[in-house]
């Protein structure tokens, strides 16, 4: 059965997608997508709106919009996307907190460099769990924001929570207040 819910952040409204984890006590997260993304999520028939089986998925988001959280700890949806792509994003989830890195050095690491780029590019644009899967930290070479589903105004804004700016600035705006899965 897919589950949804809606909750309110600093960046928007978050539209939060999951499944019943065989086995598990929490919900697999299928998708996390933010209002005006490319390729984002959209409700179908048949979802059914759980906001309860996101509480904790909220209180994660609370606390990282917050500034007090610096790692996920979620259950994700097994078997989404390409081989290629799923290398990728586990490649993305190894970046740390405040850091970032370019589209070629994830090239690098999962074995696609030169002309990879490009589809790692592709790959992260596909990523399905914004902000919990941190694509935002990944710029391009020169330093520059580039590419980011949702806009580079939020990736920016990603970036300033996480202190990894260039500039070193945090923007104003991201406390987290009233993050609550309806």
Same mark, same amino acid.
Request: aromatic residues 6%; glycine residues 16%.
């Given at each position: 059965?897919?589950?949804?819910?809606?909750?309110?952040?600093?960046?928007? =409204?978050?539209?939060?997608?999951?499944?019943? *984890?065989?086995?598990?006590?929490?919900?697999?997260?299928?998708? @996390?997508? @933010?209002?005006?993304?490319?390729?984002?999520?959209?409700?179908?028939?048949?979802?059914?709106?759980?906001?309860?089986?996101?509480?904790?998925?909220?209180?994660?988001?609370?606390?990282?919009?917050?500034?007090?959280?610096?790692?996920?700890?979620?259950?994700?949806?097994?078997?989404?996307?390409? =081989?290629?792509?799923?290398?990728?994003?586990?490649?993305?989830?190894?970046?740390?907190?405040?850091?970032?890195?370019?589209?070629?050095?994830?090239?690098?690491?999962?074995? +696609?460099?030169? +002309?990879?780029?490009?589809?790692?590019?592709? +790959?992260?644009?596909?990523?399905?769990?914004?902000?919990?899967?941190?694509?935002?930290?990944?710029?391009?070479?020169?330093?520059? @924001?580039?590419?980011?589903?949702?806009?580079?105004?939020?990736?920016?804004?990603?970036?300033?929570?996480?202190? *990894?700016?260039?500039?070193? =600035?945090?923007?104003?705006?991201?406390?987290? +207040?009233? @993050?609550?899965?309806?």
């Amino acid at each position: 059965m897919t589950m949804y819910a809606t909750v309110d952040s600093p960046l928007g =409204e978050l539209l939060l997608v999951g499944e019943e *984890a065989p086995g598990a006590a929490d919900i697999a997260l299928v998708s @996390l997508s @933010l209002p005006g993304q490319k390729g984002a999520a959209v409700v179908q028939d048949g979802w059914v709106r759980e906001p309860s089986a996101f509480a904790g998925v909220a209180g994660q988001l609370r606390e990282y919009f917050e500034g007090r959280r610096t790692r996920f700890e979620l259950v994700y949806a097994q078997g989404r996307g390409t =081989e290629f792509q799923r290398r990728v994003w586990a490649a993305l989830e190894a970046v740390p907190y405040g850091e970032t890195v370019s589209y070629g050095q994830i090239a690098e690491r999962v074995g +696609a460099s030169g +002309a990879g780029v490009r589809a790692v590019g592709t +790959a992260i644009g596909r990523n399905p769990l914004l902000v919990v899967r941190p694509c935002h930290r990944v710029i391009g070479a020169d330093g520059a @924001l580039r590419g980011y589903a949702a806009g580079l105004e939020r990736k920016e804004r990603l970036l300033g929570l996480e202190g *990894a700016l260039q500039r070193g =600035e945090r923007l104003p705006g991201l406390d987290g +207040a009233g @993050l609550v899965a309806r």
